[in-house]
Nanobody, 126 residues
Framework: QVQLVESGGGLVQTGGSLRLSCLEL????????MGWFRQAPGKEREFVAR????????YYADSVKGRFTISRDNDKNTVYLQMNSLKPEDTAVYYC???????????????????WGQGTQVTVSS
């Protein structure tokens, strides 16, 4: 059983920064690609970023490229999302997800990910 626990969300002003964390519990972290998604009110869940298990390959949505950075610490079973230059349109519930296949490509489809966290709220005020 895999459990993903997100933390680090909160309220921040436009231009501010937050760092989200996602801790994986319950099984070895080895071999998982990890992704971050977000869902704003009234909108579909969308891809934000992805990192392979090695950490050597990362992928981003165009809307966050240059502002967000995904990283991971496999010794701590944790993946991070550093979010800088936040905008009101970044307001959403952010979810981390695990992809057991660890495909080295820009996998953005929700159904490609096997496990999901409960989400953490990020609110950016204008």
């Amino acid at each position: 059983q895999v459990q993903l626990v997100e933390s680090g969300g909160g309220l921040v002003q436009t231009g501010g920064s937050l760092r989200l964390s996602c801790l994986e519990l319950g099984r070895t972290f080895i071999g998982h690609a990890m992704g971050w998604f977000r869902q704003a009110p009234g909108k579909e869940r969308e891809f934000v970023a992805r990192i392979t298990w090695s950490g050597l390959s990362t992928y981003y949505a165009d809307s966050v490229k240059g502002r967000f950075t995904i990283s991971r610490d496999n010794d701590k079973n944790t993946v991070y999302l550093q979010m800088n230059s936040l905008k009101p349109e970044d307001t959403a519930v952010y979810y981390c997800a695990a992809d057991l296949s660890d495909t080295n490509s820009r996998v953005t489809a929700i159904y490609e990910y096997d496990y999901w966290g409960q989400g953490t709220q990020v609110t950016v005020s204008s």
